[in-house]
C-alpha cells in the first residue's frame, strides 16, 4: 500500500485524478463480477427515469456534498486523532455505504457504496499530503468522474 501511495504522490494532478477515476470504475467492476457470481444482484431493481435532473444531480451536486460530508468533514475531523491514517478509511467509508443502502434499499449498493467510500476516503487522504492539489475538489472531481462513466454505462445498457 505504501508502493501505491508513494506512486500516487509522484504522479502529475491529471494522472492522479484520472488514476483514481480508473481504481473506482475497476472496483465496481470487480465487485459486480463478485455480487453476480453470489448471486446478491437485485433482478428487480427499478429503472431509474434518465431525466436532466438524474444527470445533474450525479454530475454536480452528488459529488459536491457527498465528497464535503464522508470525506472532507470526518477526515479532517478526526485527522490528528490517528497516526496512521488507514482508520479514516473507514470512518468515512462506512457511513457512505449506509447513506447509499438507505436511498436505495438494496445490500449490493452499500457493498458498492463502502468500496468506492474507501477509495474516495484514500484519494482525500492521498491529496491532503500533496501540496500541488486541493483535496475535496480533487476528490469531487474523482467522484464526478466516476459518476459519469456510471450515468453513460446506464445510458448504453439501459
Do not use: C
Request: aromatic share 18%.
Amino acid at each position: 500500500m505504501e508502493h501505491l501511495k508513494l506512486k500516487l504522490l509522484s504522479m502529475k494532478r491529471y494522472q492522479f485524478i484520472l488514476t483514481m477515476i480508473g481504481i473506482s470504475i475497476l472496483m465496481m467492476m470487480v465487485s459486480s463480477f463478485i455480487l453476480d457470481t453470489l448471486d446478491l444482484i437485485a433482478k428487480e431493481r427499478p429503472v431509474e427515469q434518465k431525466s436532466f435532473w438524474y444527470f445533474f444531480s450525479a454530475l454536480i451536486p452528488a459529488p459536491i456534498v457527498e465528497t464535503y460530508v464522508f470525506q472532507k468533514l470526518p477526515i479532517d475531523f478526526f485527522w490528528e486523532s490517528f497516526s496512521k491514517k488507514w482508520p479514516l478509511l473507514f470512518i468515512s467509508a462506512v457511513p457512505f455505504g449506509v447513506l447509499h443502502y438507505f436511498k436505495e434499499y438494496f445490500i449490493r449498493d452499500i457493498i458498492y457504496a463502502f468500496g468506492l467510500g474507501l477509495i474516495f476516503a484514500y484519494a482525500y487522504i492521498v491529496a491532503r499530503k500533496r501540496e500541488d492539489m486541493n483535496p475535496l475538489a480533487a476528490v469531487i472531481v474523482i467522484h464526478a468522474g466516476y459518476n459519469l462513466f456510471v450515468v453513460v454505462a446506464h445510458l448504453i445498457v439501459d
